[in-house]
C-alpha cells in the first residue's frame, strides 16, 4: 500500500445507481478538505453530528466528521452521504481530488484501520466476510470475525504460550537464582486444548464459507432438473420431457436455512448412446464423487428398477434416494425420501436433512487462511510439550515457542510479513 501520509478518497457504496451514495474521505486533512466541498460546515464543528447542506457539484445530503481515533480507519474522516447518482459521485470525487486527496486504493480503508490498531488482521478479514456473506451461518460467522472473537481466541493462547517461553529463559538465564523449570506447570501452561478446539473449527468454517456441495444424480426423466428449480425457486435448468436433455452439469446456489448449498444438476445416468451424451454422464460421476452429499433421484411412479439399482451401485459412495413424482405414485420404500418436484410435497424434510451435517453452533471458526497457521502452532506446542517430557535441555523448548508464537501472530498480523498483509488487502474491492 502507498504512501500513508495521503488523505484518501473513494465512493464506499456500490457503483449501481442507488438512492444513496457515502463517499470517505480519511486522513490528516479530511475535515478541511469536507469544509471546501460542503457549504453548511460551522468553523468548530461537531464530530459525529449529521449536517445537512449543498455540496460543490449541485447536489445536497448529509456530512458526518469523525475524529481521529474514533472512525472507522482511525484516521480522521468525513463521509459525503449525496444521491446515489454515479455522475454525483465522479464529480465529488474528483472535486476533492483537486483540493490534495488520493483516490483510495481498494481495501486501504481497512488497511489503515488494521495499521492504526484499530483493528487486527482477522477482523479485517471478518469485514470483507461481513461484506462478501450472502447467507445468514457466513454473516453470523463474519460479525464475530470482525468483532474480534477469533482475535480474542489467539491472542489467549499466545499469551500462555508467551508465559512458558519466559519460563524457560527465566531458568535458563537465572537458573541458579530460581532453580530447576516446573516441568509439570509448562506443559500445564501450555494452550493445546485451545488450539485443539480452534483446529477442529476449520471443518465447519470451510462449510460455512464455502458452503455444501450436493450433487442431483439419477436416471434420465426422473425430475433432476425439475427439483434443482423447485430448490432455487426459479426456472433455472431446462425441464424436458425427452430423457438425456441434461448433458452438462449446472451448479447453483440457494440458502438453505441459513447455510450456503451448492446444487450440482447432472446429466442423467444411463448407458449412454453417443458421445456428448457419454461425456456428460462421465462428468455427473465426477460431481457426485467430487460433492459433500449425493442425492440419487429416480422416478417413483416408475419405481425402482434393476436401472436405478445398477446406477446406484455403480457410485460407490453413500446417497440419499430421492423417490420424485411422489404426486403421480401410489407407495414408496420407506428408506426413501418421497417428494414432489411438481408439488413441492416432502422437499423441507428433505433438505432438513443437510443440517444434520453441521448443526447451527455459535462459536466462531476459522478460515483457510487460519487453518494451515493454527495447525502448525499445535504442532510447534506439541513439540514443546515432547521436550518438557523428555531427558534433552528445557531450552530446546524455545524455538518450537517462537514457532508457535509466530503461527499465531501471521494469523492476527503481529507476526506478519509485509507480503502477506498485502495480498490479503489486495482482495479487497475499492471503498473497503
Ligand atoms: N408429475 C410429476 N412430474 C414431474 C415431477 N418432476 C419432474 N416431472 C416431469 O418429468 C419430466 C422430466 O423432468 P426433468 O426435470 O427434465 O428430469 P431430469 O431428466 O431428471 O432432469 C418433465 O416432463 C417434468 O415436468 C414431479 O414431481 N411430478
Ligand atoms: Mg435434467
Known amino acids: 500500500m502507498s504512501n500513508f501520509h495521503d488523505t484518501i478518497v473513494a465512493p464506499i457504496t456500490g457503483t449501481q445507481p442507488a438512492a444513496v451514495a457515502s463517499i470517505r474521505i480519511s486522513g490528516d486533512r ?19 453530528y449529521a449536517y445537512y447542506g449543498r455540496f460543490i457539484h449541485g447536489d445536497d445530503g448529509l456530512l458526518l466528521l469523525f475524529e481521529k481515533g474514533h472512525s472507522f480507519t482511525g484516521e480522521e474522516t468525513a463521509e459525503c452521504q449525496i444521491h446515489g447518482s454515479p455522475a454525483s459521485v465522479r464529480a465529488l470525487v474528483s472535486h476533492l481530488i483537486g483540493l490534495g486527496a ?30 462478501d456473506s450472502q447467507t445468514a451461518r457466513q454473516l453470523q460467522q463474519a460479525n464475530m470475525m470482525r468483532q474480534g472473537v477469533l482475535r ?17 529463559e527465566a531458568t535458563v538465564d537465572f537458573s541458579e537464582e530460581i532453580g530447576e523449570l516446573d516441568r509439570d506447570e509448562a506443559i500445564r501452561r501450555l494452550p493445546i486444548g485451545q488450539l485443539e478446539d480452534l483446529a477442529a473449527t476449520a471443518q465447519q468454517g470451510l462449510l460455512t464459507r464455502q458452503g455444501i456441495a450436493v ?55 444411463r448407458a ?27 422416478d417413483a411412479s416408475i419405481g425402482w428398477g434393476e436401472a436405478e439399482q445398477s446406477e446406484w451401485e455403480r457410485l460407490m459412495k453413500p446417497q440419499t434416494i430421492v423417490a420424485n413424482k411422489c404426486d403421480l405414485a401410489r407407495k414408496s420404500n420407506q428408506d426413501h425420501f418421497a417428494v414432489s418436484a411438481l408439488t413441492g410435497e416432502g422437499i423441507s424434510s428433505l433438505t432438513n436433512t443437510l443440517l444434520t451435517l453441521e448443526q447451527a453452533e455459535a462459536a466462531v471458526t476459522i478460515n483457510g487462511r487460519h487453518a494451515p497457521l493454527v495447525q ?36 492476527t498480523g503481529d507476526t506478519a510479513s509485509e507480503d502477506m498483509i498485502d495480498r490479503i488487502f489486495r482482495d479487497f474491492c475499492i471503498g473497503k
Do not use: C
Not at 152 to 168: H, N, T
Not at 240 to 265: C, H, K, M, Q, Y
Not at 284 to 289: D, V, Y
Open 215 to 269: 450433487a442431483i444424480v439419477g436416471p434420465p426423466n426422473a425430475g433432476k432438473s425439475s427439483l434443482l428449480n423447485r430448490l432455487l425457486g426459479a426456472d433455472r435448468a431446462i425441464v424436458t420431457p425427452v430423457a438425456g436433455t441434461t448433458r452438462d452439469t449446472i451448479e447453483e446456489s440457494a440458502e438453505i436455512n441459513g447455510l450456503l448449498v451448492r446444487f450440482i444438476d447432472t446429466a442423467g445416468l
Open 102 to 131: 488520493r483516490m483510495a486504493e481498494p481495501g486501504e480503508f481497512t488497511y489503515r484501520a488494521f495499521m492504526t490498531g484499530r483493528m487486527d488482521l482477522s477482523q479485517a478479514e471478518g469485514v470483507r466476510e461481513t461484506v
Open 376 to 411: 502448525r502452532a499445535l504442532s510447534s506446542a506439541r513439540a514443546a510439550k515432547d521436550v518438557f517430557e523428555s531427558p534433552v535441555p528445557d531450552d530446546l523448548a524455545a524455538v518450537h515457542l517462537r514457532d508457535a508464537l509466530h503461527a499465531l501472530g501471521e494469523i
Open 152 to 168: 480474542e481466541a489467539v491472542s489467549q493462547a499466545r499469551e500462555a504460550l508467551f508465559g512458558v517461553l519466559a519460563m524457560v
Open 30 to 48: 479530511a475535515w478541511e478538505f469536507a469544509a471546501k466541498v460542503f457549504d453548511r460546515l460551522p468553523t468548530d464543528p461537531t464530530a459525529r
Open 272 to 298: 449412454a448412446t453417443d458421445e456428448a451424451e457419454k461425456l456428460g454422464i462421465e462428468r455427473s460421476t465426477e460431481a457426485a464423487l467430487g460433492a459433500d452429499r449425493t442425492w440419487f433421484v429416480y
